[in-house]
């Protein structure tokens, strides 16, 4: 199909003009806009052309349905990776009303100390130091918070804390930084010791650590598993349905459980259940796509597992009704999303409906 009859396409539809055939060219040439020579057409503006002409459909049949429904999933979910946000809509798809607009994760922090009140991170001024018992905090810019090294002997464990809808990076002296996910938690010393560097991590976040001029290691304890590490880029979260999952992208890492050993290279992906029994698995660098890339991977997941990341990312509640598991989706959404535009974007796959009532969500 060419441009210029995609064109015209557009055109019929903005001049509120009915088609019928279009519908499945216009489908036809953009899974295959892929594999031809490249067009004018960037792929934000494919799927919000695409958006808006279905909303079209929608409002001039009562009932719409993919033609292909399986082909139509893939479409609407890999290519929405854009500014979809910014595309005008005249009907909602979610509910019958539009509600107040709910954000994805902001930047927001809870410094906890033995003994001492909780600390707001989102007050701290930028480019302004702060000084908080044993621990010396520095915001660097409007999602960084460094730790500054101090001079006192008496180190004490900080906890830093980041709510369900907050998102925080860490900076250290040594120059490591910690993205935290949401609902997470890092503990770790006002100062690092001689010998070696080490954290604690509840829920989930991205370490890109490296290596000191003391060349310590650098540990990061996982319930009851240990990571070490000297100088890398990995992802650790703790499961629902398991105690472990490690991600690496560069350098190396070790996994030390109570029973074994594990050893990791760029490219693998570690699993460890509960019950003891481990996955090892490869994938590819460059395509591997994770929370701190500003996306959700739905890729095999079904509508629980999706909503789950998305209840915690937008600080909302879910309530399932009659849900169909077993449908999966493919594809990555973005996490830039406001929470209807993101729930109108789930909608394109004929599986489940989603209704917005205040910060609940009802999944039929």
Known sequence: MKILNFNKIIKNINNNI??????????????????????QWSEAELMS?????????????KIYRFLYAGAAMLIGLI??????????????????????????????????????????????????????ADISLQRIDSQLIK?????????????????????????????SMVKMNVASELIFPSNFNEQEREVT??????????????????????????????GTKFNLSNQKDSSLKATLYEGLIKVKTEKQEFKLAPGEELVIHT??????????KDRKVNWHDGQ??????????????????????VIYKHVNLQQHYMGQVSRALDLHSLLETLSLVNANTFEIKGRRIIVR
């Open 201 to 230: 991590l509840i829920g989930e976040a991205f370490f890109d650590v490296k290596k000191d001029s003391k060349n310590r290691g650098f540990s990061v304890q996982v319930g009851n598993n240990r990571i070490e590490v000297l």
């Open 296 to 317: 959700f991977n739905l890729d095999g997941k079904n509508i629980v597992q999706i909503m789950d990341e998305i209840a915690a990312w937008y600080n909302v509640e």
């Open 275 to 284: 019950n003891g029994q481990y996955k090892k698995s490869f994938f590819l």
């Open 18 to 39: 009915k088609f019928s055939s279009k519908e499945k060219m216009l489908n036809n040439w953009i899974e295959t806009v892929k594999h031809q020579q490249p067009v």
């Open 79 to 132: 290519l929405f990776s854009i500014l979809y946000r910014n595309t005008p809509f005249n009907k909602p798809i979610v509910g019958e009303e539009i509600p107040a607009q709910i954000l994805p994760a902001q930047f927001s922090g809870i410094l906890k100390q033995p003994g001492q009140k909780d600390i707001d991170l989102t007050k701290l001024k930028i480019d302004s130091s702060y000084v908080f």
């Open 49 to 61: 052309i695409k958006l808006r002409i279905k909303r079209e459909i929608r409002r001039k049949r």
């Open 147 to 175: 730790v500054l090294p101090t001079h006192l002997h008496r180190t004490i464990l900080n906890r830093i804390v980041s709510p369900r809808g907050s998102k925080i990076s860490i900076l250290f002296a040594d120059g």
